[in-house]
Protein backbone atom coordinates (compact mmCIF):
# COMPACT_ATOMS: atom_id res chain seq x y z
CA UNK A 1 0.00 0.00 0.00
CA UNK A 2 1.06 3.72 -0.82
CA UNK A 3 -1.03 6.51 -0.95
CA UNK A 4 0.85 9.69 -0.78
CA UNK A 5 -0.37 13.73 -1.19
CA UNK A 6 2.44 15.95 -2.04
CA UNK A 7 3.64 19.57 -3.77
CA UNK A 8 4.29 19.05 -7.08
CA UNK A 9 7.40 21.32 -6.68
CA UNK A 10 8.94 19.04 -4.13
CA UNK A 11 8.07 16.42 -5.95
CA UNK A 12 9.72 17.23 -9.26
CA UNK A 13 12.64 19.02 -7.31
CA UNK A 14 13.41 15.31 -5.86
CA UNK A 15 13.02 13.55 -9.17
CA UNK A 16 15.09 16.67 -10.53
CA UNK A 17 18.26 15.64 -8.55
CA UNK A 18 17.79 11.95 -9.48
CA UNK A 19 16.87 12.14 -13.32
CA UNK A 20 20.02 13.75 -14.50
CA UNK A 21 21.70 10.81 -13.50
CA UNK A 22 19.59 7.79 -14.16
CA UNK A 23 16.28 7.03 -16.62
CA UNK A 24 15.02 4.81 -14.23
CA UNK A 25 15.22 4.13 -11.10
CA UNK A 26 13.58 1.88 -7.73
CA UNK A 27 12.03 3.80 -5.44
CA UNK A 28 11.91 2.52 -1.61
CA UNK A 29 8.80 3.12 -0.20
CA UNK A 30 9.58 3.08 3.95
CA UNK A 31 7.62 4.48 6.80
CA UNK A 32 9.27 7.10 7.58
CA UNK A 33 9.95 8.76 3.60
CA UNK A 34 10.97 7.81 0.00
CA UNK A 35 14.48 7.10 -0.29
CA UNK A 36 16.32 6.51 -3.78
CA UNK A 37 19.44 5.64 -4.53
CA UNK A 38 21.31 5.53 -8.13
CA UNK A 39 24.65 5.58 -10.01
CA UNK A 40 24.80 6.49 -13.56
CA UNK A 41 25.43 4.34 -16.20
CA UNK A 42 29.67 4.97 -15.87
CA UNK A 43 29.38 4.61 -12.20
CA UNK A 44 30.72 8.44 -11.94
CA UNK A 45 27.98 10.22 -10.22
CA UNK A 46 25.69 8.87 -7.31
CA UNK A 47 22.69 10.19 -5.88
CA UNK A 48 21.58 9.35 -2.16
CA UNK A 49 18.10 10.68 -1.81
CA UNK A 50 16.10 10.90 1.08
CA UNK A 51 12.25 12.44 0.89
CA UNK A 52 11.00 12.20 4.34
CA UNK A 53 7.45 11.78 5.13
CA UNK A 54 7.29 15.14 7.13
CA UNK A 55 7.93 16.78 3.21
CA UNK A 56 4.20 15.04 2.08
CA UNK A 57 0.88 16.51 2.62
CA UNK A 58 -0.29 13.19 3.50
CA UNK A 59 1.92 10.01 3.71
CA UNK A 60 0.80 6.00 4.01
CA UNK A 61 2.66 3.36 2.66
CA UNK A 62 3.14 -0.49 4.60
CA UNK A 63 7.27 -0.94 2.75
CA UNK A 64 7.87 -2.16 -1.20
CA UNK A 65 9.93 -1.11 -3.61
CA UNK A 66 8.62 0.39 -7.12
CA UNK A 67 10.73 0.66 -10.03
CA UNK A 68 10.03 3.66 -12.38
CA UNK A 69 10.45 5.44 -15.89
CA UNK A 70 11.69 8.82 -14.11
CA UNK A 71 11.34 10.92 -17.47
CA UNK A 72 7.74 9.64 -18.06
CA UNK A 73 7.14 10.51 -14.59
CA UNK A 74 8.52 14.15 -14.29
CA UNK A 75 6.75 15.17 -17.24
CA UNK A 76 3.08 14.64 -15.87
CA UNK A 77 4.59 16.32 -12.48
CA UNK A 78 5.70 18.71 -14.54
CA UNK A 79 2.26 19.14 -16.24
CA UNK A 80 0.98 20.58 -12.56
CA UNK A 81 1.23 24.25 -12.00
CA UNK A 82 3.17 25.77 -9.91
CA UNK A 83 2.17 25.02 -5.90
CA UNK A 84 -0.65 22.12 -6.96
CA UNK A 85 -0.73 19.14 -5.12
CA UNK A 86 0.10 15.55 -7.02
CA UNK A 87 -1.94 12.07 -5.78
CA UNK A 88 -0.02 9.25 -5.87
CA UNK A 89 -1.75 5.73 -5.41
CA UNK A 90 -0.27 2.49 -6.27
CA UNK A 91 -2.52 -0.20 -7.46
CA UNK A 92 -0.48 -3.55 -6.07
CA UNK A 93 -2.72 -5.81 -7.95
CA UNK A 94 -1.76 -4.27 -11.27
CA UNK A 95 1.65 -3.01 -10.35
CA UNK A 96 0.14 0.78 -11.78
CA UNK A 97 1.01 4.11 -10.21
CA UNK A 98 -2.32 6.52 -10.84
CA UNK A 99 -0.95 10.25 -10.41
CA UNK A 100 -3.85 12.60 -10.66
CA UNK A 101 -3.18 15.76 -10.45
CA UNK A 102 -6.41 18.50 -10.74
CA UNK A 103 -8.60 16.27 -12.26
CA UNK A 104 -6.26 14.80 -14.67
CA UNK A 105 -5.51 10.95 -14.18
CA UNK A 106 -2.40 9.51 -14.65
CA UNK A 107 -1.79 6.01 -14.93
CA UNK A 108 1.72 4.81 -15.01
CA UNK A 109 2.96 1.46 -15.30
CA UNK A 110 6.01 0.26 -13.20
CA UNK A 111 9.11 -1.27 -14.34
CA UNK A 112 9.81 -4.24 -12.27
CA UNK A 113 12.60 -3.00 -10.04
CA UNK A 114 14.72 -6.34 -10.63
CA UNK A 115 15.34 -5.07 -14.20
CA UNK A 116 16.70 -2.34 -12.70
CA UNK A 117 20.22 -1.29 -11.92
CA UNK A 118 21.24 -2.51 -8.87
CA UNK A 119 21.74 0.44 -6.22
CA UNK A 120 25.04 1.13 -5.24
CA UNK A 121 26.76 0.61 -1.83
CA UNK A 122 27.24 3.76 -0.50
CA UNK A 123 31.52 4.32 -0.32
CA UNK A 124 32.77 5.05 2.70
CA UNK A 125 33.91 8.42 2.47
CA UNK A 126 36.58 10.32 4.32
CA UNK A 127 35.61 14.06 3.53
CA UNK A 128 37.70 16.14 4.78
CA UNK A 129 36.37 20.10 3.94
CA UNK A 130 32.47 20.91 3.55
CA UNK A 131 31.45 24.51 2.51
CA UNK A 132 27.90 25.67 1.26
CA UNK A 133 28.42 27.98 -1.64
CA UNK A 134 25.31 29.58 -3.75
CA UNK A 135 23.91 27.44 -6.33
CA UNK A 136 24.95 30.75 -8.89
CA UNK A 137 28.47 30.35 -8.00
CA UNK A 138 29.34 27.28 -8.42
CA UNK A 139 27.04 27.48 -12.04
CA UNK A 140 28.76 30.15 -13.27
CA UNK A 141 32.44 29.01 -12.46
CA UNK A 142 31.00 25.65 -14.39
CA UNK A 143 29.88 27.28 -17.22
CA UNK A 144 33.42 29.22 -17.58
CA UNK A 145 35.38 26.07 -16.93
CA UNK A 146 33.15 24.12 -19.45
CA UNK A 147 34.72 26.63 -21.74
CA UNK A 148 38.33 25.54 -21.68
CA UNK A 149 38.01 21.95 -20.46
CA UNK A 150 36.04 18.58 -19.54
CA UNK A 151 37.24 18.25 -16.61
CA UNK A 152 37.39 20.77 -13.27
CA UNK A 153 39.33 20.82 -10.20
CA UNK A 154 37.21 21.81 -6.95
CA UNK A 155 39.48 22.51 -3.44
CA UNK A 156 39.60 24.22 -0.48
CA UNK A 157 43.11 25.93 0.70
CA UNK A 158 42.90 26.06 4.07
CA UNK A 159 45.70 28.76 4.62
CA UNK A 160 43.91 31.32 2.65
CA UNK A 161 40.56 29.81 3.52
CA UNK A 162 39.28 30.04 0.12
CA UNK A 163 36.94 27.31 -2.02
CA UNK A 164 38.80 27.40 -5.73
CA UNK A 165 37.60 26.05 -8.98
CA UNK A 166 40.49 25.53 -11.49
CA UNK A 167 40.09 24.37 -15.20
CA UNK A 168 42.74 24.06 -17.27
CA UNK A 169 42.44 24.24 -21.27
CA UNK A 170 44.97 23.59 -23.43
CA UNK A 171 45.82 27.01 -24.20
CA UNK A 172 43.47 28.48 -21.55
CA UNK A 173 42.69 28.60 -18.07
CA UNK A 174 40.02 29.32 -15.70
CA UNK A 175 40.30 30.22 -11.99
CA UNK A 176 37.58 30.81 -9.63
CA UNK A 177 38.28 31.96 -5.57
CA UNK A 178 35.68 32.02 -3.47
CA UNK A 179 36.92 33.20 0.39
CA UNK A 180 35.16 32.85 3.56
CA UNK A 181 32.79 36.01 3.09
CA UNK A 182 32.05 34.61 -0.29
CA UNK A 183 30.55 31.34 1.30
CA UNK A 184 27.21 30.89 3.21
CA UNK A 185 27.99 29.85 6.13
CA UNK A 186 25.92 27.41 8.50
CA UNK A 187 25.90 26.47 11.81
CA UNK A 188 27.89 23.45 11.92
CA UNK A 189 29.75 23.86 8.31
CA UNK A 190 32.27 25.83 9.20
CA UNK A 191 35.25 25.73 6.46
CA UNK A 192 37.34 23.23 7.21
CA UNK A 193 40.37 21.10 6.54
CA UNK A 194 41.47 17.68 8.03
CA UNK A 195 44.57 17.39 7.51
CA UNK A 196 45.25 15.91 4.22
CA UNK A 197 48.02 16.50 1.72
CA UNK A 198 47.18 15.09 -1.72
CA UNK A 199 48.21 16.40 -4.73
CA UNK A 200 46.01 15.96 -7.55
CA UNK A 201 46.33 17.22 -11.08
CA UNK A 202 49.22 20.12 -10.24
CA UNK A 203 46.79 21.45 -7.12
CA UNK A 204 48.58 20.72 -4.05
CA UNK A 205 48.58 20.46 -1.03
CA UNK A 206 44.73 21.05 -0.85
CA UNK A 207 42.13 19.12 -0.45
CA UNK A 208 40.37 18.98 -3.94
CA UNK A 209 37.45 16.63 -5.51
CA UNK A 210 37.36 15.09 -8.96
CA UNK A 211 34.65 15.94 -11.35
CA UNK A 212 34.29 14.82 -14.88
CA UNK A 213 31.91 16.94 -16.46
CA UNK A 214 30.30 16.16 -20.01
CA UNK B 1 -12.53 45.64 -55.67
CA UNK B 2 -11.12 44.76 -52.13
CA UNK B 3 -9.86 47.82 -50.15
CA UNK B 4 -9.94 46.73 -45.76
CA UNK B 5 -8.19 47.97 -42.48
CA UNK B 6 -8.36 45.50 -40.21
CA UNK B 7 -6.22 44.91 -36.46
CA UNK B 8 -3.37 43.22 -36.66
CA UNK B 9 -4.18 41.05 -33.68
CA UNK B 10 -7.62 40.60 -35.65
CA UNK B 11 -6.62 39.13 -38.99
CA UNK B 12 -3.56 37.29 -37.15
CA UNK B 13 -5.94 35.55 -34.96
CA UNK B 14 -8.33 34.61 -37.99
CA UNK B 15 -5.25 32.81 -39.87
CA UNK B 16 -3.81 30.87 -37.56
CA UNK B 17 -6.97 29.06 -37.39
CA UNK B 18 -6.93 28.15 -41.19
CA UNK B 19 -3.11 27.98 -40.69
CA UNK B 20 -2.23 24.83 -38.74
CA UNK B 21 -4.30 22.70 -41.81
CA UNK B 22 -3.10 24.44 -45.02
CA UNK B 23 -0.71 26.56 -46.44
CA UNK B 24 -2.89 28.37 -48.98
CA UNK B 25 -6.63 28.89 -49.40
CA UNK B 26 -9.23 30.64 -50.92
CA UNK B 27 -10.32 33.81 -49.09
CA UNK B 28 -13.57 34.98 -50.35
CA UNK B 29 -14.41 38.13 -50.73
CA UNK B 30 -18.45 38.87 -49.74
CA UNK B 31 -20.41 41.31 -48.88
CA UNK B 32 -21.10 40.48 -45.47
CA UNK B 33 -17.37 39.71 -44.76
CA UNK B 34 -14.63 37.11 -45.47
CA UNK B 35 -15.26 33.43 -45.52
CA UNK B 36 -12.45 30.87 -45.45
CA UNK B 37 -12.75 26.85 -46.00
CA UNK B 38 -10.89 24.11 -45.99
CA UNK B 39 -9.44 20.84 -44.98
CA UNK B 40 -5.94 19.45 -44.77
CA UNK B 41 -4.36 16.91 -46.89
CA UNK B 42 -5.40 13.89 -45.42
CA UNK B 43 -8.99 15.20 -44.80
CA UNK B 44 -8.90 15.23 -41.31
CA UNK B 45 -9.48 18.04 -39.86
CA UNK B 46 -11.99 21.29 -41.55
CA UNK B 47 -11.87 25.14 -40.57
CA UNK B 48 -14.86 27.19 -41.65
CA UNK B 49 -14.18 30.76 -41.18
CA UNK B 50 -15.92 33.99 -41.46
CA UNK B 51 -15.06 37.11 -40.66
CA UNK B 52 -17.41 39.48 -40.42
CA UNK B 53 -17.16 42.69 -41.76
CA UNK B 54 -18.22 44.26 -38.95
CA UNK B 55 -14.49 43.02 -37.40
CA UNK B 56 -12.84 45.53 -39.72
CA UNK B 57 -12.15 49.04 -39.21
CA UNK B 58 -12.96 49.36 -42.77
CA UNK B 59 -14.22 47.05 -45.40
CA UNK B 60 -15.45 47.54 -49.02
CA UNK B 61 -15.50 44.92 -51.62
CA UNK B 62 -17.42 44.07 -54.80
CA UNK B 63 -16.91 40.11 -54.28
CA UNK B 64 -14.32 38.12 -55.41
CA UNK B 65 -12.05 35.25 -54.63
CA UNK B 66 -8.52 35.35 -54.15
CA UNK B 67 -5.41 32.79 -53.45
CA UNK B 68 -3.39 33.20 -50.54
CA UNK B 69 0.19 31.85 -49.45
CA UNK B 70 -1.09 31.86 -45.59
CA UNK B 71 2.57 31.47 -44.23
CA UNK B 72 3.83 34.18 -46.49
CA UNK B 73 0.31 36.62 -45.16
CA UNK B 74 0.79 35.24 -41.91
CA UNK B 75 4.59 36.33 -41.38
CA UNK B 76 3.67 39.93 -42.91
CA UNK B 77 0.67 40.31 -40.55
CA UNK B 78 3.13 39.19 -37.33
CA UNK B 79 5.15 41.76 -37.92
CA UNK B 80 3.19 44.75 -36.81
CA UNK B 81 2.70 45.21 -33.17
CA UNK B 82 -0.08 44.48 -31.00
CA UNK B 83 -3.52 46.79 -31.59
CA UNK B 84 -1.79 47.85 -35.20
CA UNK B 85 -4.08 48.41 -37.94
CA UNK B 86 -3.26 46.46 -41.46
CA UNK B 87 -4.07 48.12 -44.84
CA UNK B 88 -5.38 45.21 -47.41
CA UNK B 89 -5.95 46.56 -51.06
CA UNK B 90 -6.42 44.45 -54.40
CA UNK B 91 -4.53 45.30 -57.17
CA UNK B 92 -7.03 43.81 -59.86
CA UNK B 93 -5.20 44.11 -63.07
CA UNK B 94 -1.48 42.91 -61.06
CA UNK B 95 -3.89 39.91 -59.09
CA UNK B 96 -1.31 41.67 -55.98
CA UNK B 97 -2.05 41.72 -52.54
CA UNK B 98 -0.50 45.15 -51.27
CA UNK B 99 -0.70 45.19 -47.70
CA UNK B 100 0.74 47.94 -45.58
CA UNK B 101 1.29 48.44 -41.92
CA UNK B 102 2.62 51.62 -39.94
CA UNK B 103 4.66 52.85 -43.30
CA UNK B 104 5.91 49.17 -44.45
CA UNK B 105 4.37 48.43 -47.63
CA UNK B 106 4.20 44.90 -48.93
CA UNK B 107 3.06 43.43 -52.43
CA UNK B 108 1.67 39.77 -52.17
CA UNK B 109 1.38 37.80 -55.53
CA UNK B 110 -1.72 35.86 -55.08
CA UNK B 111 -2.04 32.54 -56.41
CA UNK B 112 -4.91 31.14 -58.94
CA UNK B 113 -7.78 30.43 -56.84
CA UNK B 114 -8.60 27.08 -59.25
CA UNK B 115 -4.64 25.59 -58.82
CA UNK B 116 -5.90 25.35 -54.50
CA UNK B 117 -7.24 22.27 -53.57
CA UNK B 118 -11.19 22.60 -53.62
CA UNK B 119 -13.12 23.81 -50.56
CA UNK B 120 -14.97 20.92 -49.02
CA UNK B 121 -18.46 20.46 -48.75
CA UNK B 122 -19.55 20.87 -45.29
CA UNK B 123 -20.68 17.72 -43.99
CA UNK B 124 -24.12 17.53 -42.24
CA UNK B 125 -23.01 16.64 -38.67
CA UNK B 126 -25.74 15.39 -36.28
CA UNK B 127 -23.79 16.46 -32.83
CA UNK B 128 -25.29 15.66 -29.89
CA UNK B 129 -23.33 16.86 -27.53
CA UNK B 130 -21.84 20.55 -26.60
CA UNK B 131 -19.36 22.00 -24.61
CA UNK B 132 -17.94 25.25 -23.76
CA UNK B 133 -14.30 24.68 -21.95
CA UNK B 134 -11.56 26.60 -21.45
CA UNK B 135 -8.37 26.33 -23.53
CA UNK B 136 -5.95 25.73 -21.09
CA UNK B 137 -7.87 23.01 -19.70
CA UNK B 138 -8.19 21.10 -23.50
CA UNK B 139 -4.63 22.18 -24.13
CA UNK B 140 -3.11 20.27 -20.86
CA UNK B 141 -5.27 17.28 -21.31
CA UNK B 142 -3.88 16.72 -24.66
CA UNK B 143 -0.15 17.57 -24.42
CA UNK B 144 -0.94 14.51 -21.42
CA UNK B 145 -2.55 12.06 -23.72
CA UNK B 146 0.14 13.00 -26.46
CA UNK B 147 2.68 11.21 -23.91
CA UNK B 148 0.63 7.88 -24.16
CA UNK B 149 -0.40 7.78 -27.17
CA UNK B 150 -1.38 9.38 -30.84
CA UNK B 151 -5.16 9.37 -30.45
CA UNK B 152 -7.32 11.18 -28.01
CA UNK B 153 -11.39 10.30 -27.42
CA UNK B 154 -13.37 12.97 -26.09
CA UNK B 155 -16.86 12.60 -24.66
CA UNK B 156 -19.57 13.34 -22.58
CA UNK B 157 -21.51 11.26 -19.53
CA UNK B 158 -25.12 12.10 -19.76
CA UNK B 159 -25.61 10.24 -16.76
CA UNK B 160 -22.66 11.73 -14.91
CA UNK B 161 -23.27 15.31 -16.50
CA UNK B 162 -19.15 15.20 -17.20
CA UNK B 163 -16.74 16.28 -20.49
CA UNK B 164 -13.85 13.41 -20.47
CA UNK B 165 -11.04 13.05 -22.56
CA UNK B 166 -9.49 9.56 -22.79
CA UNK B 167 -5.99 8.16 -23.99
CA UNK B 168 -4.92 4.77 -24.02
CA UNK B 169 -1.44 3.71 -24.82
CA UNK B 170 0.86 0.22 -24.37
CA UNK B 171 1.24 0.80 -20.63
CA UNK B 172 -0.05 3.63 -19.80
CA UNK B 173 -3.38 5.91 -19.62
CA UNK B 174 -4.59 9.14 -19.61
CA UNK B 175 -7.92 9.88 -18.17
CA UNK B 176 -9.23 13.58 -17.33
CA UNK B 177 -12.92 14.30 -15.90
CA UNK B 178 -14.53 17.46 -16.31
CA UNK B 179 -17.62 18.19 -14.36
CA UNK B 180 -20.60 20.88 -15.03
CA UNK B 181 -18.86 23.31 -12.68
CA UNK B 182 -15.51 23.27 -14.07
CA UNK B 183 -17.04 23.98 -17.88
CA UNK B 184 -17.94 27.47 -18.76
CA UNK B 185 -21.76 27.68 -18.70
CA UNK B 186 -22.83 30.23 -21.91
CA UNK B 187 -26.18 30.65 -22.79
CA UNK B 188 -27.88 28.24 -25.60
CA UNK B 189 -24.78 26.43 -25.17
CA UNK B 190 -26.22 23.70 -22.20
CA UNK B 191 -24.37 20.39 -21.50
CA UNK B 192 -26.38 18.52 -23.61
CA UNK B 193 -27.42 14.56 -24.89
CA UNK B 194 -28.96 13.71 -27.53
CA UNK B 195 -29.83 10.36 -26.90
CA UNK B 196 -27.03 8.47 -29.26
CA UNK B 197 -25.41 5.02 -27.82
CA UNK B 198 -22.32 4.64 -29.88
CA UNK B 199 -19.54 2.67 -28.40
CA UNK B 200 -16.34 3.72 -29.79
CA UNK B 201 -12.16 2.04 -28.85
CA UNK B 202 -14.17 1.25 -26.13
CA UNK B 203 -15.30 4.37 -24.64
CA UNK B 204 -19.28 2.76 -24.19
CA UNK B 205 -22.77 4.70 -24.25
CA UNK B 206 -21.19 8.13 -24.73
CA UNK B 207 -20.95 10.27 -27.12
CA UNK B 208 -17.37 10.38 -28.33
CA UNK B 209 -15.67 12.31 -30.91
CA UNK B 210 -12.12 10.71 -32.30
CA UNK B 211 -9.63 12.87 -33.28
CA UNK B 212 -6.19 11.83 -34.44
CA UNK B 213 -3.12 13.93 -33.26
CA UNK B 214 0.17 13.90 -34.49
CA UNK C 1 51.55 47.51 -20.85
CA UNK C 2 48.25 46.78 -20.95
CA UNK C 3 45.35 47.03 -18.21
CA UNK C 4 42.08 48.14 -18.32
CA UNK C 5 38.70 47.86 -15.91
CA UNK C 6 35.61 48.64 -18.38
CA UNK C 7 32.12 47.78 -17.94
CA UNK C 8 30.72 44.64 -19.26
CA UNK C 9 27.88 46.20 -20.84
CA UNK C 10 30.66 48.53 -22.68
CA UNK C 11 32.94 45.99 -23.79
CA UNK C 12 30.41 43.07 -24.51
CA UNK C 13 28.60 45.73 -27.34
CA UNK C 14 32.22 46.65 -28.55
CA UNK C 15 32.74 43.11 -29.34
CA UNK C 16 29.31 42.06 -30.71
CA UNK C 17 29.73 44.82 -33.60
CA UNK C 18 32.82 43.09 -34.73
CA UNK C 19 32.21 39.91 -33.67
CA UNK C 20 29.01 39.72 -36.85
CA UNK C 21 31.75 40.04 -39.23
CA UNK C 22 34.80 38.25 -38.08
CA UNK C 23 35.76 35.50 -35.62
CA UNK C 24 39.13 36.42 -34.80
CA UNK C 25 40.71 40.09 -34.94
CA UNK C 26 43.74 42.60 -33.99
CA UNK C 27 42.97 45.02 -30.97
CA UNK C 28 45.21 47.97 -31.61
CA UNK C 29 45.87 49.18 -28.21
CA UNK C 30 46.59 53.14 -28.68
CA UNK C 31 46.76 55.59 -25.96
CA UNK C 32 43.74 56.98 -26.50
CA UNK C 33 41.73 53.63 -26.14
CA UNK C 34 41.27 50.54 -28.35
CA UNK C 35 40.50 50.23 -32.22
CA UNK C 36 39.69 47.49 -34.20
CA UNK C 37 39.34 47.38 -37.83
CA UNK C 38 38.19 44.22 -39.27
CA UNK C 39 36.68 43.25 -42.75
CA UNK C 40 34.15 39.92 -43.31
CA UNK C 41 35.95 36.84 -45.53
CA UNK C 42 33.73 38.03 -48.17
CA UNK C 43 34.70 41.45 -48.24
CA UNK C 44 31.52 42.78 -48.13
CA UNK C 45 31.50 44.53 -44.29
CA UNK C 46 34.11 46.03 -42.70
CA UNK C 47 33.82 47.77 -39.01
CA UNK C 48 35.76 50.43 -37.93
CA UNK C 49 36.12 50.57 -34.20
CA UNK C 50 37.24 52.54 -31.73
CA UNK C 51 36.58 52.15 -28.26
CA UNK C 52 38.07 55.86 -26.02
CA UNK C 53 39.80 55.25 -23.27
CA UNK C 54 37.05 57.48 -21.83
CA UNK C 55 34.82 54.67 -22.08
CA UNK C 56 36.61 53.21 -19.40
CA UNK C 57 37.10 52.97 -16.06
CA UNK C 58 40.62 52.90 -15.88
CA UNK C 59 42.47 52.15 -18.92
CA UNK C 60 46.68 52.03 -18.86
CA UNK C 61 48.40 50.69 -22.10
CA UNK C 62 52.18 51.50 -23.33
CA UNK C 63 51.08 50.40 -27.06
CA UNK C 64 50.52 47.31 -28.88
CA UNK C 65 48.33 44.96 -31.10
CA UNK C 66 46.80 41.96 -29.91
CA UNK C 67 44.98 39.39 -31.46
CA UNK C 68 41.87 37.54 -29.85
CA UNK C 69 39.52 35.08 -30.61
CA UNK C 70 36.30 37.16 -30.12
CA UNK C 71 33.69 33.90 -29.67
CA UNK C 72 35.95 33.37 -26.87
CA UNK C 73 35.89 36.88 -25.28
CA UNK C 74 32.53 37.44 -25.76
CA UNK C 75 31.46 34.33 -24.12
CA UNK C 76 33.97 35.15 -21.29
CA UNK C 77 32.71 38.77 -20.89
CA UNK C 78 28.89 37.47 -21.53
CA UNK C 79 29.31 35.51 -18.17
CA UNK C 80 29.30 38.94 -16.28
CA UNK C 81 25.82 40.22 -14.68
CA UNK C 82 24.59 43.88 -16.69
CA UNK C 83 26.75 45.97 -15.28
CA UNK C 84 29.64 44.53 -13.72
CA UNK C 85 33.37 45.44 -14.33
CA UNK C 86 35.78 43.10 -16.35
CA UNK C 87 39.20 43.24 -15.47
CA UNK C 88 41.80 42.85 -18.74
CA UNK C 89 45.57 42.66 -18.26
CA UNK C 90 48.22 41.20 -20.25
CA UNK C 91 50.71 39.43 -19.62
CA UNK C 92 53.60 40.25 -22.23
CA UNK C 93 55.43 37.52 -21.58
CA UNK C 94 53.12 34.77 -21.71
CA UNK C 95 51.02 36.50 -24.60
CA UNK C 96 48.28 35.85 -22.13
CA UNK C 97 45.37 38.17 -21.55
CA UNK C 98 43.72 37.60 -17.89
CA UNK C 99 39.86 38.58 -17.67
CA UNK C 100 38.69 38.95 -14.30
CA UNK C 101 35.09 39.32 -13.26
CA UNK C 102 33.78 39.44 -10.00
CA UNK C 103 36.25 36.67 -8.66
CA UNK C 104 36.17 34.45 -11.55
CA UNK C 105 39.69 34.53 -13.48
CA UNK C 106 40.13 33.50 -16.79
CA UNK C 107 43.44 33.25 -18.85
CA UNK C 108 43.05 34.13 -22.55
CA UNK C 109 45.53 32.98 -25.17
CA UNK C 110 46.08 35.39 -27.61
CA UNK C 111 46.70 34.63 -31.10
CA UNK C 112 49.72 36.13 -33.00
CA UNK C 113 48.37 38.78 -34.73
CA UNK C 114 50.47 38.01 -37.68
CA UNK C 115 48.18 35.41 -38.40
CA UNK C 116 45.20 37.37 -38.52
CA UNK C 117 43.55 38.52 -41.40
CA UNK C 118 44.94 41.95 -42.89
CA UNK C 119 43.23 44.93 -41.67
CA UNK C 120 41.59 46.20 -44.46
CA UNK C 121 42.44 49.72 -46.36
CA UNK C 122 39.59 52.48 -45.05
CA UNK C 123 37.96 53.39 -48.74
CA UNK C 124 37.94 57.12 -49.77
CA UNK C 125 33.77 57.45 -49.49
CA UNK C 126 31.96 60.21 -50.84
CA UNK C 127 28.86 59.59 -48.76
CA UNK C 128 26.02 61.59 -50.29
CA UNK C 129 23.80 61.46 -47.84
CA UNK C 130 23.38 60.86 -43.71
CA UNK C 131 20.16 59.98 -41.69
CA UNK C 132 20.23 58.88 -38.18
CA UNK C 133 17.35 56.02 -37.57
CA UNK C 134 15.50 54.10 -35.24
CA UNK C 135 17.06 51.08 -34.60
CA UNK C 136 13.98 49.17 -34.62
CA UNK C 137 12.92 51.08 -37.80
CA UNK C 138 15.66 49.53 -39.80
CA UNK C 139 15.35 46.31 -38.39
CA UNK C 140 11.92 45.84 -39.24
CA UNK C 141 12.50 46.91 -42.68
CA UNK C 142 15.35 44.22 -42.93
CA UNK C 143 13.08 41.71 -41.41
CA UNK C 144 10.58 42.26 -44.34
CA UNK C 145 13.06 42.60 -46.89
CA UNK C 146 14.43 39.28 -45.83
CA UNK C 147 11.18 37.59 -46.66
CA UNK C 148 11.30 38.50 -50.24
CA UNK C 149 15.00 38.54 -51.53
CA UNK C 150 18.20 38.56 -49.72
CA UNK C 151 19.07 42.28 -51.54
CA UNK C 152 18.08 45.42 -50.14
CA UNK C 153 18.43 48.46 -51.60
CA UNK C 154 18.73 51.27 -49.11
CA UNK C 155 17.87 55.09 -50.11
CA UNK C 156 17.02 58.99 -49.91
CA UNK C 157 14.56 60.74 -51.81
CA UNK C 158 15.36 64.36 -52.09
CA UNK C 159 12.44 65.65 -53.78
CA UNK C 160 10.06 64.05 -50.81
CA UNK C 161 12.93 64.59 -47.98
CA UNK C 162 11.81 60.69 -47.44
CA UNK C 163 14.44 57.83 -46.58
CA UNK C 164 13.46 54.65 -48.50
CA UNK C 165 13.87 50.62 -48.41
CA UNK C 166 12.94 48.57 -51.22
CA UNK C 167 13.34 44.76 -51.74
CA UNK C 168 12.34 43.16 -54.92
CA UNK C 169 11.48 39.30 -54.85
CA UNK C 170 10.40 36.86 -57.89
CA UNK C 171 6.68 37.41 -56.91
CA UNK C 172 6.75 39.55 -54.18
CA UNK C 173 8.21 43.62 -52.85
CA UNK C 174 8.42 45.01 -50.17
CA UNK C 175 9.01 49.11 -49.65
CA UNK C 176 9.97 51.40 -46.57
CA UNK C 177 9.23 55.30 -46.53
CA UNK C 178 10.37 57.13 -43.87
CA UNK C 179 9.54 60.95 -44.09
CA UNK C 180 11.58 63.31 -41.71
CA UNK C 181 9.32 63.28 -39.52
CA UNK C 182 9.55 59.38 -38.79
CA UNK C 183 13.89 60.14 -38.54
CA UNK C 184 15.76 61.12 -35.50
CA UNK C 185 16.86 64.95 -35.91
CA UNK C 186 20.10 65.11 -35.41
CA UNK C 187 22.29 68.56 -34.73
CA UNK C 188 25.03 68.09 -37.76
CA UNK C 189 22.92 65.29 -39.85
CA UNK C 190 20.41 66.52 -41.35
CA UNK C 191 18.62 64.34 -43.92
CA UNK C 192 20.56 65.82 -47.07
CA UNK C 193 21.69 65.09 -50.49
CA UNK C 194 24.85 66.15 -52.58
CA UNK C 195 23.97 65.84 -55.79
CA UNK C 196 24.57 62.48 -57.57
CA UNK C 197 22.16 61.06 -59.76
CA UNK C 198 23.10 57.05 -59.59
CA UNK C 199 20.02 54.66 -60.86
CA UNK C 200 21.02 50.93 -59.18
CA UNK C 201 18.85 48.25 -59.26
CA UNK C 202 15.89 50.30 -60.97
CA UNK C 203 15.88 52.69 -58.23
CA UNK C 204 16.48 55.98 -60.41
CA UNK C 205 17.89 59.32 -59.30
CA UNK C 206 18.57 58.64 -55.45
CA UNK C 207 21.67 57.80 -53.80
CA UNK C 208 21.24 54.54 -52.67
CA UNK C 209 23.49 52.41 -50.16
CA UNK C 210 23.39 48.26 -51.70
CA UNK C 211 23.63 45.91 -48.66
CA UNK C 212 24.09 42.15 -49.56
CA UNK C 213 21.97 40.41 -46.90
CA UNK C 214 22.40 36.68 -46.26
Redesign the interface.
Known amino acids: MFKTIVSADTLGAALDSVSVLVDECKIRLEEDGLTIRAVDPANVGMVDLELAAAAFESYETDGGVIGVNLD?LE??VG?ADSGQLVHLELDEETRKLHISLD???????LIDPDSIRQEPDLPELDLSAEIVIEGRDIA??V??AD?VSDHIALGVDPDDEEFYVDAEGD????????GRE?LISEQGHPLRRRGKDRTRRGVPRQDALQLRGR
Chains 1, 2, 3 share one sequence.
Open positions: RDIMGLEYTLARATAMTDDVHLELD
